[in-house]
C-alpha cells in the first residue's frame, strides 16, 4: 500500500467518525426534544434518501472528475449540514444533508481503490478500509457517548447557549462544534489528492441520460452471476447492520438498563469483534475464496436470536472498569462476548464480499458507477429495514419479539442466497483474474 491509500484511508476514518458520533448526538438531541421512540430510527431513513435519491447523479459526479475533489465536496457539504444543527435546523433535516455528502462520497472512496490498487490487493485495501471504518465506529460511537453523558453535562451545566439554536444544552453544542471540526480536518487532508483518480467522461447534466446509464449499470451488475451474489449479500448486510445499530440501543435499555451513553459505548464493542473479523479476512481469505464465508453470513442471524433471549439477571452487579460516567460490570460481560461474537462474524462475512463486489463492478462498468448501484441497492435495504423497524415501534411490540423475528429473517435470507449460488452453474469464481 502506498502513502495516497493511507491519505485516503485515513480522510474516509475521520469522515466516518463524524458521522457516527454525529448519530448518537442527534439521537440525544431527538431526545431533549421529547420526540417519541420511533423517531429516532428516521435520522438514519434521512441519512441514507440521498443515497436512493441521487444514485443516478453521484457515480457520473464520481466519474466526471478526480475522486479527490469529490471527496473534499463531500466532506465540505458535511461540515455544512453538522454546522446548520447550531442554528436550529432539525435533526432530521441536518442530518440528511449529512448524507447527500455521505452519498457523494461513497463512490469516489471505494472507486478510487479499484483505480490505484491491483485486484489482488483489493481484499486486503478493504480489510484496511473496513478495519478503520470499524475504528471510527468505535471511537465515534464512543465519543458521542461521552459529549451527551452526565459528566461534561455537570461540566457545562453553568454555561448557556441560549444564543445559538435556540437554547440546545452545551454538551450538545459543544459535541457539534467538535464534530463540524473533524469534518474540516478530513477535508484538509483531502486537498493533497484533487488531482487523483481517472476522470471517465465530463458530466452531462441530462437526467433522462443520467438516469438510462444509471438503470443499464443497475441490471448489468444484477445479471452478472458474481455480481448479482455478492450485491445481495452486502444489500442483505448493510441494511440488516443499519437496522441493528438502533435495536442495540434499544436492547441495551431494554435487556442490560443503560442510557443512551452507555448503549452507544456497547456498540463500540460490538464493532472491535467487527474489526477483528475485518483484519483476519484480510490476512486469510483471497478474492478467488470470498465465497467461503457465506454461512458466516447465516450464523450471524443466529446470534441476533440469542440476544433477543438475553438478560443480564444472572450475575451480580460488579463494575469491571469506569470511562467517565460509563460503566462496564461483570453481569454484562455475557452481552459482550455475545456482541463481540457478532462483530466479529460480520467483518469476516463483508470484507471479502465487499472486495468481489468491487471487482466485478470495476470490470463491467466505470468505478463511479459500480459504487453507485451497490449504494443505491444497500440504501434501499436500509430504509426499507428501518421503516419496518419504526412501524413495529410505533405498534409497541415487544423488543424480544422483534430481535428475534429480526435474527431469523436473516437467517433464512442467507441460506436462501447460498442455495441459490452453490445450486447455480455459474458459482465459479473463474470470472476473476
Not at 500500500?1 to 474516509?12: D, E
Not at 459528566?151 to 441560549?162: G, I, N, S, Y
Not at 450485491?231 to 443512551?260: N, R
Request: charged letters at 10%.
Amino acid at each position: 500500500m502506498n502513502r495516497i491509500f493511507y491519505t485516503i484511508a485515513f480522510s474516509q476514518f475521520l469522515s466516518s467518525l463524524a458521522d457516527n458520533a454525529l448519530l448518537i448526538v442527534s439521537i440525544a438531541l431527538l431526545l431533549a426534544m421529547q420526540e417519541p421512540d420511533w423517531v429516532s430510527p428516521l435520522l438514519k431513513i434521512s441519512f441514507v434518501i440521498p443515497y436512493v435519491l441521487f444514485a443516478p447523479f453521484v457515480g457520473a459526479f464520481a466519474d466526471s472528475r478526480p475522486k479527490g475533489q469529490v471527496m473534499l465536496i463531500s466532506n465540505l457539504l458535511k461540515a455544512s449540514g453538522c454546522g446548520l444543527m447550531l442554528f436550529g435546523i432539525h435533526p432530521l433535516l441536518g442530518y440528511g444533508i449529512v448524507g447527500i455528502g455521505a452519498a457523494l462520497y461513497a463512490p469516489a472512496k471505494y472507486g478510487i481503490l479499484t483505480e490505484l490498487l491491483p485486484s489482488d490487493k483489493l481484499v486486503a485495501a478493504n480489510g484496511w478500509m473496513e478495519g478503520l471504518i470499524i475504528a471510527s465506529i468505535i471511537f465515534g460511537t464512543l465519543l458521542g457517548g461521552f459529549l451527551i453523558s452526565d459528566f461534561l453535562h455537570h461540566f457545562f451545566q453553568q454555561f448557556t447557549t441560549d444564543f445559538i439554536g435556540g437554547g440546545i444544552s452545551a454538551p450538545i453544542v459543544l459535541a457539534i462544534l467538535l464534530i463540524s471540526i473533524i469534518y474540516l480536518m478530513a477535508a484538509v487532508l483531502n486537498m493533497p489528492l484533487l488531482k487523483i483518480g481517472f476522470r471517465y467522461q465530463k458530466l452531462h447534466f441530462h437526467c433522462g441520460n443520467l438516469v438510462r446509464d444509471f438503470s443499464t449499470c443497475f441490471v448489468n451488475l444484477w445479471r452478472d452471476p458474481l455480481g448479482r451474489l455478492s450485491l445481495a449479500v452486502t444489500t442483505l448486510f448493510w441494511g440488516a447492520g443499519a437496522t441493528l445499530q438502533f435495536i442495540m440501543l434499544k436492547w441495551a435499555e431494554y435487556a442490560l438498563h443503560m442510557d443512551l451513553a452507555e448503549s452507544a459505548a456497547l456498540q463500540a464493542v460490538s464493532a472491535v469483534g467487527v474489526a477483528a473479523g475485518a483484519v483476519y479476512a484480510a490476512c486469510k481469505v483471497s478474492l478467488k475464496d470470498s465465497t467461503s464465508v457465506l454461512p458466516y453470513g447465516a450464523l450471524m442471524g443466529f446470534v441476533v436470536c440469542l440476544m433477543g433471549m438475553y438478560n443480564d439477571e444472572l450475575l451480580s452487579p460488579i463494575v469491571l472498569f469506569k470511562i467517565a460516567s460509563i460503566q462496564f460490570t461483570l453481569n454484562d460481560l455475557p452481552a459482550y462476548c455475545l456482541l463481540m461474537l457478532l462483530g466479529w462474524l460480520s467483518g469476516y462475512f463483508v470484507v471479502p464480499m465487499n472486495a468481489l463486489l468491487q471487482h466485478r463492478g470495476y470490470a463491467l462498468m466505470s468505478t463511479g458507477q459500480s459504487i453507485a448501484v451497490q449504494g443505491f441497492s444497500e440504501n434501499l435495504a436500509v430504509l426499507f429495514m428501518l421503516l419496518v423497524y419504526s412501524i413495529l415501534l410505533w405498534l409497541n411490540l415487544g423488543l424480544p419479539v422483534i430481535i428475534i423475528g429480526f435474527g431469523i429473517t436473516v437467517f433464512i435470507a442467507m441460506l436462501l442466497i447460498m442455495y441459490h449460488h452453490f445450486g447455480s452453474k455459474n458459482s465459479s469464481l473463474n470470472a476473476i483474474s
